[in-house]
């Protein structure tokens, strides 16, 4: 009748004993071993399909779930999802969910099908809607390549992002929004946006102001590792958009240790969905700690740190046969999984 626990709890790195209501007549002990709070996936799409189409049933979507979960990720937080999936929330055997909207994106200048397209003067009304969509967040587009300067621009003037930070603020909703280029973050980033997805325009000062206002930075590592593909693809058409995308990826690395190092709250989020497979969050760990984070500071950007943040709480356990803080690769395959008290693997 109860799931028992013992081994090194961490961040603390004493031997304890836990004993959990499983709801079942049998009783599972897991003795000994790294025990650690269930990580998060901060950025991870599960309402979009792989490919890039939005998903188009709720078993699809816990189909993707899954696999996140059974890599030990037990919360996610959707980034912009296309299909809806509000019943999921309190479904046993999903991980926590913190669920944006759908992307409010600008007309023509977004992925088709998986933002909802307004004009400007929609956009503060449209945030206020997507807020009520998603569950604590909404998720501005604030910036794709323009094809008629041939590079990646704002997707808004500067009055319409801040008037969209404050239509999600007033709406109750924490606001994030996909950054690649330089201006676009500045504007978001000092019109007290709540956190910023990918961030490689990000310039000295503004990382900053990022750390004076407690504003999170969610990196996406893996997924800016793919713009030198996406760079190939374009060349021919766009040279300049290309060559703009390479430079920002040439100096990710060295942006996300400044950020790292002035103290802007940072969070593993791997971008799952579309184009990058699910169950890679370990992946995003490894290279935060490529580009200078601590192995503590991973730990906590990928476990009880992003749980806090997100208000994820309750049993939620992974637990691994070696110690992670020695190496991080022990992420890559949890001996346990254990979601609200439940072993789920």
Request: aromatic share 6%; hydrophobic share 40%; net charge negative.
């Amino acid at each position: 009748m109860a799931v028992v626990l013992r081994g090194v709890f961490l961040p603390s790195d004493s031997f304890d004993e836990r004993v959990l209501d499983d709801g079942r007549p049998e009783t599972t002990v897991v003795n000994g071993g790294f025990i650690l709070p269930g990580l998060v996936d901060a950025h991870c799409h599960i309402g979009i399909a792989p490919g890039g189409e939005p998903v188009t049933s709720l078993s699809q979507s816990k189909e993707l779930a899954a696999i996140d979960r059974d890599a030990g990720v037990l919360g996610i937080r959707d980034a912009g999802s296309p299909f809806a999936y509000p019943s999921l929330d309190d479904d046993v055997e999903m991980p926590r969910l913190a669920r944006a909207g759908q992307h409010v994106a600008p007309i023509r200048r977004y992925l088709p099908s998986i933002g909802v397209e307004v004009p400007p003067d929609e956009v503060p009304a449209e945030i206020t809607r997507q807020a009520a969509r998603g569950n604590g967040w909404v998720k501005l587009v604030g910036d794709w390549i323009d094809r008629s300067v041939g590079d990646l621009a704002p997707a808004w003037d500067d009055d319409v992002m801040r008037a969209a930070v404050e239509a999600a603020h007033a709406a109750g909703a924490r606001i994030t929004a996909h950054c690649f280029e330089e201006h676009s973050v500045e504007v978001l980033v000092r019109a007290g946006i709540d956190c910023v997805e990918h961030g490689t325009g990000l310039a000295p000062d503004v990382i900053e102001e990022m750390a004076r206002r407690g504003t999170a930075l969610v990196p996406t590592m893996i997924n800016i590792g793919t713009f030198g593909d996406i760079a190939a693809r374009a060349s021919s058409k766009f040279p300049r958009y290309a060559k703009h995308m390479v430079a920002l990826m040439d100096g990710f690395p060295a942006i996300v240790r400044m950020a790292y190092e002035a103290g802007v709250p940072i969070y593993v989020g791997s971008d799952a969905g579309g184009g990058i497979g699910h169950g890679l969050a370990y992946q995003e760990m490894l290279l935060l700690h490529g580009a200078g984070m601590s192995t503590m500071d991973v730990l906590t950007a990928g476990s009880w740190g992003a749980r806090s943040w997100l208000s994820f709480d309750g049993d939620d356990y992974t637990v691994y046969d070696s110690d992670p803080r020695d190496d991080l690769s022990a992420l890559h395959e949890p001996r346990r999984v254990i979601l609200r008290g439940r072993i789920v693997r």
